[in-house]
């Protein structure tokens, strides 16, 4: 299996935006959920955001809702994460993950290896 890859981190200031993507092979990425997870130092690893393989049913932490949105684009292999209204403590390096099925309720195959998001005060 490939590795997804994961790009659009950087340094934002409070209130501000960024979108991460995650590509995959197709291989990799048909007929399976995806997640966002995000780990920061000291922290261990929570999922922020899931979506199924449709697309349809989408799930979020609670400190996220209404921030961020979770998308798919199964034509291109990719996987999303909207963030708005970004806080400080949304500071982390953020992973793709792929699931072992269509829902997220199955475990974790393959992660990616991580882009940073730091949000300043």
């Known amino acids: 299996q490939v590795q997804p890859v994961e790009s659009g981190g950087g340094l934002v200031q409070t209130g501000g935006s960024l979108r991460l993507s995650c590509a995959a092979s197709?291989?990799?990425?048909?007929?399976?959920?995806m997640g966002w997870f995000r780990q920061a130092p000291g922290k261990e690893r929570e999922r922020v955001a899931a979506?199924?393989?449709?697309?349809?049913?989408?799930n979020y932490q609670d400190s996220v809702k209404g921030r961020f949105t979770i998308s798919r684009d199964n034509a291109k292999n990719t996987v999303y994460l909207q963030m708005n209204s970004l806080k400080p403590e949304d500071t982390a390096v953020y992973y793709c993950a792929v699931y072992d099925s269509m829902s997220y309720s199955g475990e974790v195959r393959l992660w990616g290896q991580g882009t940073q998001v730091t949000v300043s005060s």
């Open positions: 197709g291989r990799t990425f048909s007929n399976r959920a």
């Open positions: 979506i199924s393989w449709s697309g349809l049913i989408t």
